[in-house]
């Protein structure tokens, strides 16, 4: 059975940063390419980013291109993301979903997803 649990989330000030964290519990992450996604009140779910089970494909939505940065750590059983220059838009729960070795095209072909992460951009 498949676990995920995210972590890093906060309250930060524009401008700022965070580093979230994807861990998981029972399973290794070697295989497993992890998306993030984010989902504010009243909004509908957005894919942030993906990173495939080598690292070596990368995917970001526009909103975020060049402020955040997908990383992994198998050693950890650890997928990061690096959130850089952050908005008051960028305000949402955020949650990590896996699915083995490739970005899918939709989220609905994750196989598991983490219970998120609140990340708040306030002054």
């Known amino acids: 059975q498949l676990q995920l649990v995210e972590s890093g989330g906060g309250l930060v000030q524009p401008g700022g940063s965070l580093r979230l964290s994807c861990a998981a519990a029972?399973?290794?992450?070697?295989?497993?390419?992890i998306g993030w996604f984010r989902q504010a009140p009243g909004k509908e779910r957005e894919g942030v980013s993906c990173?495939?089970?080598?690292?070596?494909?990368?995917n970001y939505a526009d909103s975020v291109r060049g402020r955040f940065t997908n990383s992994r750590d198998n050693a950890k059983n650890t997928v990061y993301l690096q959130m850089n220059s952050l908005k008051p838009e960028d305000t949402a729960v955020y949650y990590c979903?896996?699915?083995?070795?490739?970005?899918?095209?939709?989220?609905?072909?994750?196989?598991?997803w983490g219970q998120g992460t609140q990340v708040t951009v306030s002054s």
């Open positions: 990173i495939s089970s080598s690292g070596s494909n990368t």
């Open positions: 979903a896996a699915r083995p070795y490739y970005c899918p095209e939709n989220y609905y072909e994750y196989d598991e």
């Open positions: 029972g399973f290794t992450l070697d295989y497993y390419a």
